[in-house]
């Protein structure tokens, strides 16, 4: 256009040069009429273009610029047209987000707290320099490009999920995309889905385990129906409360340490025993198996796990203890014997002793158990050391059982024959821990019997 008045303005000027020069008062009138009529026609035309032309020319460029993009236009149709999560992005600020996308992150009802939010506080940070290099790539090359990368969900956990992002008209505008998204689990054919779904939640729901889910703030957000069977608990009374609640309060330190070291992503597994408090006030024993839904050291998780019944394994377990406890105590009050264990230096340090103690060496066990004072190798009678002493370690260098007949001396200085029975107990790496064994009164035994018994132990020897 500049170039087209530019040329009027030109040849006005040079019609207006020639003319002058080649007027003559002698030519015909219509001569002069029709020359005056052709330099006022050049010069209105020239006046209609320089009025013309701003108008033309911002209609011009209005026509080549893209249309202005709708923030609410575009999210009305994403929202009615796509079933799929989407969201339109502009940069790396969220501008709308359709009611899949909101629902897929569990955030429905919250569309306007995430309007205008960067679309990096919806990604795990470990994902974040791959959003960066694909947004670069994207407004490079406008691919169709696809990308795995992991979401955060409204309780802080993560969800693996395929993007892609659309240019929004053919002309590219700076930074405005249509995100969309599928998780890993939600790319599966829809009926094959709601059959696993199915039989996966008849499963759970027919286990006599308890069946748990945590979130990062260790509140309950899933509970199988054996929850209310074993405790009594609804699921409704018991959703969203902390699983703290149910737990004995003797119990409730160690359970606090595991739960907190899962969620906090210190550990990935654990297992260990605790007692929960049925609505009843009954408690009852349980293991419980959990680990946790990411498996990134130091990010912070929800929990899946299990609780298992053992309320019975316990009272089993309880009740074959005492019966022990009762054998042995019938066995040790009927037989006069020491139980013990010691360390293998030179005073075989007693680190612990039965009652029976008293009765055999007439010193108190206090006396004699961790007692710098006390040489509980003196025990033995003198002319014995030497043999007790080299027998028991040749056995331990071999890790084999010792059985010995040898005298003691009381604290009265009475002799008595005892008969010991004892064993080393190793590391894994064959280090020697301890020495753990029993030592038995025989002097009222057959003294032939006992000296033919104690020549055939020394011959083996």
Request: proline share 3%.
């Amino acid at each position: 256009m500049n170039i087209i008045l530019f040329s009027l303005i030109m040849l006005s000027s040079m019609f207006v040069l020639v003319l002058g020069f080649w007027w003559d008062s002698t030519a015909p009138f219509k001569v002069h009429i029709s020359t005056i009529a052709a330099v006022l026609a050049m010069f209105l035309s020239a006046t209609l273009a320089m009025t013309l032309y701003p108008k033309l020319k911002r209609r011009f460029q209005s026509e080549q610029s893209p249309i202005a993009f709708d923030d609410a236009a575009w999210g009305q149709d994403l929202s009615s047209k796509l079933s799929t999560p989407a969201a339109v992005i502009d940069g790396y600020n969220i501008k709308f987000a359709n009611n899949a996308f909101l629902k897929e992150l569990g955030m429905n009802g919250m569309r306007d707290m995430i309007t205008d939010l960067p679309l990096t506080n919806l990604i795990h940070p470990s994902s974040h320099q791959q959003m960066t290099d694909f947004l670069g790539r994207q407004h490079n090359k406008r691919s169709n490009e696809t990308m795995m990368l992991r979401m955060l969900y409204v309780d802080g956990t993560t969800i693996p999920a395929q993007i892609s992002l659309s240019p929004l008209n053919s002309v590219q505008q700076d930074g405005q995309f249509l995100l969309q998204f599928t998780t890993t689990t939600s790319s599966e054919p829809t009926s094959n889905k709601l059959d696993i779904d199915h039989t996966y939640r008849y499963l759970i729901d027919r286990l006599e385990q308890i069946v748990f889910q945590i979130n990062v703030d260790q509140k309950i957000i899933f509970l199988n129906p054996a929850w209310e069977h074993v405790l009594d608990y609804t699921s409704e009374e018991s959703m969203q409360q902390t699983l703290f609640q149910f737990i004995h309060p003797e119990d409730l330190p160690l359970a606090e340490a595991r739960i907190n070291a899962l969620t906090e992503g210190k550990r990935h597994h654990s297992q260990f025993e605790l007692r929960l408090i049925a609505k009843n006030g009954r408690s009852q024993w349980f293991e419980m198996r959990a680990t946790t839904t990411s498996h990134l050291k130091s990010e912070r998780t929800s929990v899946l796990g299990t609780l298992t019944d053992i309320s019975r394994i316990k009272q089993t377990s309880a009740e074959l203890k005492a019966s022990a406890r009762i054998a042995n105590d019938m066995i040790m009050s009927n037989l006069p014997c020491m139980l013990y264990r010691c360390k293998n230096d030179r005073n075989w340090t007693f680190d612990f002793v039965s009652e029976g103690c008293f009765e055999l060496t007439e010193y108190p066990p206090y006396e004699i158990t961790n007692s710098i004072h006390f040489n509980c190798y003196r025990l033995i009678h003198p002319d014995d050391q030497a043999r007790v002493w080299e027998y028991v370690q040749q056995q331990l260098s071999e890790q084999k059982n010792f059985q010995i007949i040898y005298r003691i001396q009381t604290q009265s200085n009475k002799v008595k024959w005892v008969l010991e029975r004892g064993k080393g107990v190793f590391s894994g790496t064959d280090e020697l821990l301890t020495i753990e064994g029993i030592i038995i009164d025989i002097s009222h035994c057959n003294y032939h019997a006992m000296m033919e018994g104690l020549e055939q132990l020394i011959s083996e020897q």
